[in-house]
């Protein structure tokens, strides 16, 4: 980018190219130039409302902005529009220098990414060590109610123990007394199911003016500890009927001693699942590149064209299960058996075998399994 001839342009025509380019690119090449045309357009709601500080690559990673740039931000550029900035995308890494280089005052948009329990103990409770060191600035943010805050995402999938979320998470939760729209992906490790029921006395209860909710949590127990080991999907989604803002589905796998429930709002707006086994929904998973699965029982053939079918753009698929699949006599395992239907994985470019039989090798390996990666 020539600089000389930009400042040649009338500041309309200036201000309608750099519109057309990355905000945060422009802001980090541009701020401190020591030009009033350009301050003057940098000062622009478009340039400064929205700051991202994560990467998010065409395989679904998360990418922390790279160390030049977020101490370029924090050092220059965010203590001069920080009254400016009404939301925020980070991750662990960045989030600490980002909330302590300026106010924030009408954030209203807070997404975080790769968190979990150690960040949310570390920063997100009034127990918080860093609490002498944010001080006024971010007290607001960070252990106060959160009057402002009208939308907050937690992805992608946290893992915490039961203690962190009834702790922590719910704490954080209920004071987002404002807040519109809740992204959440969690697994909630060792405690009773988290149903629709425990959701709205436990936050919605709390957000009155919560309008949108997209969400998978999972939680599982040891079977001889859980009191849900009977209770079937109905009887799950049955206790949604508090939550109206999507439909809701749910999954229920037994794997040994271990009893483990997905409830999720629909459309399934995440893009990883773990784990599922032979039962699941019939329902058509759009955004998910990685999936796991595993089961007690055999994955047959049937089972690898429903995942192809159900998860159209999976990218890497991890399998687990030691089960051999049901033998056939040798003349219906012959080259042109009938009993095999084709399924095509058009976009997967990563196959992980975790504790398998070698039936699974071979169905993916062997051709006259009729399993294609193309």
């Known amino acids: ?22 905000n945060m690119d422009i802001l980090y090449s541009l701020s401190g130039v020591d030009n009033q045309q350009l301050d003057s357009i940098l000062q622009e709601n478009t340039f400064t ?11 679904d990673d998360i990418l922390s902005s790279a160390d030049p740039v977020l101490n370029r931000f924090c050092i220059d550029i965010l203590p001069k529009i920080h009254y400016s900035v009404k939301s925020l995308i980070l991750d662990s890494i960045s989030m600490e220098k980002i909330l302590l280089a300026g106010d924030y005052p009408n954030l209203t948009q807070l ?50 123990s039961s203690e962190t979320y009834d702790a922590m998470i719910l704490h954080l939760f209920r004071r987002m007394i404002n807040l519109e729209e809740l992204t959440l992906s969690i697994f909630v490790q060792e405690r009773t199911l ?24 999972c939680t599982d127990n040891m079977i001889n500890n859980s009191i849900h080991h009977h209770l079937s999907e109905d009887d799950i989604q049955q206790t949604f009927t508090n ?40 329902v058509i998973f759009n955004y998910v590149r990685i999936l796991r699965v595993q089961d007690n029982v055999p994955f047959e053939h049937e089972f690898f064209i429903r995942i192809a079918c159900s998860f159209p753009l999976l990218q890497q698929l991890t399998i687990k299960n030691v089960r051999p699949q049901s033998s056939l006599p040798d003349e219906l395992n012959s080259n042109d058996n ?23 090798v071979e169905q993916f390996l062997d051709d006259t399994k009729h399993i294609y990666l193309v």
């Open 1 to 22: 980018m020539n600089q000389s001839n930009l400042l040649d342009l009338p500041t309309e025509i200036l201000l309608i190219i750099l519109k057309k380019l990355d």
């Open 49 to 59: 409302n929205n700051l991202k500080f994560v990467i998010i690559t065409l395989t």
């Open 111 to 160: 997404k975080l990414f790769n968190f979990n329990e150690n960040i949310v103990s570390r920063y997100f409770t009034g127990e918080s060590p860093f609490r002498h060191i944010f001080q006024e600035q971010i007290t607001d943010l960070i252990l106060d109610d959160l009057p402002k805050l009208k939308c907050f995402s937690f992805t992608p999938l946290s893992y915490c």
């Open 194 to 217: 988290i149903d629709g029921t425990s959701l709205y006395n436990e936050i919605f209860v709390y957000m009155s003016r919560l309008n949108m909710f997209n969400f998978w949590i």
């Open 243 to 282: 939550i109206i803002f999507q439909q809701v589905e749910c999954i229920i796998n037994h794997f040994a001693h271990i009893s483990q429930y997905h409830v999720f709002s629909l459309p399934f707006m995440f893009s990883c699942f773990d784990y599922i086994g032979n039962t699941f929904p019939t």
């Open 338 to 360: 009938q009993l095999y239907s084709i399924v095509n994985y058009s976009y997967l470019i990563s196959l992980c075998f975790e504790i398998v039989h070698h039936d699974y």
